[in-house]
């Protein structure tokens, strides 16, 4: 059986989770949200009393402290630090959602979550599935460039701001994007050779049929 890997990246609220999660019980994939995994760092630092950048920048010694372990559970692999998954009300709101794509710019903790990243591909053989689809904003680009299925997802704003309303979620998107893309390491951009998928005008089921016929074809 081949062990394929995909990527998925995309911009806040382009439904990137949610395709990835279809898929990966469709085709017994473990699926990675790396976004969690920068919310949860995030959490960690807030709670540890740094607040900015500047701040971590100036002593990452913090970093070490924060190892990272995962606990798979269903399809899903979760980032725990110190043990604890956190709950995902702790890390999806507003204060979490205003300091993740600062903390996210700083290269020391993009280098941290790096071999924990590639490392998952291995998690996920040894739990016996047939693939890991990961999601994210460099998974493309940086983590998994050797990916067998790279895919870039987009939408209109709007739309992506109607999706996060309907889930009743308030989100910064716009604000978040135009930092992810903007940064000097590891920016919010389509991969050359990736696939590039418009949303907008697509419904859920439509996104996850259209990747679901390629992966097919790879399996
Ligand atoms: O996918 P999300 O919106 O939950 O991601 C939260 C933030 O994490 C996002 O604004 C930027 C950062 N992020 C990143 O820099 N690289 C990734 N691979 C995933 C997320």
Redesign the pocket.
């Known amino acids: 059986m081949p062990f394929i890997v995909i990527a998925v990246?995309g911009?806040?609220?382009s439904g990137?989770?949610s395709t990835s999660r279809a898929l990966a019980q469709k085709f017994n994939l473990m699926h990675v949200?790396?976004?969690?995994?920068?919310?949860t760092l995030?959490l960690s630092l807030l709670d540890a009393g740094i607040e900015t950048p500047e701040a971590l920048t100036a002593d990452l010694s913090v970093l070490s402290r924060l190892t990272p372990g995962t606990e798979v559970r269903g399809q899903e692999a979760m980032m725990s630090v110190g043990g604890h998954v956190p709950a995902d009300n702790e890390i999806?709101n507003d204060r979490v959602?205003a300091a993740?794509?600062k903390f996210?710019?700083v290269p020391a903790l993009?280098k941290c979550?790096f071999d924990y990243?590639r490392g998952q591909k291995e998690v996920a053989r040894e739990r016996g599935f047939a693939g890991l689809i990961m999601?994210?904003?460099?998974?493309g680009s940086?983590?998994f460039p050797d990916a067998e299925l790279r895919i870039f997802l987009t939408a209109d704003p709007e739309a992506r701001a109607a999706r996060r309303a309907a889930e009743g979620i308030a989100?910064s998107i716009a604000e978040?994007?135009k930092?992810?893309a903007s940064?000097k390491t590891?920016p919010?951009a389509c991969p050359q050779g990736a696939w590039l998928i418009d949303s907008t005008f697509l419904t859920l089921e439509e996104v996850v049929a259209k990747i679901a016929g390629k992966l097919k074809t790879l399996l």
């Not at 999601?135 to 998974?139: A, T």
Request: overall charge neutral; hydrophobic content about 35%; charged content about 35%.
């Open positions: 990246d911009g806040a609220a990137k989770s949200d790396t976004g969690a995994h920068y919310r995030t999806r959602n993740v794509s996210a710019a993009r979550l990243q999601d994210g904003r460099d998974i940086v983590i989100d978040r994007d930092a992810d940064r590891a919010l």
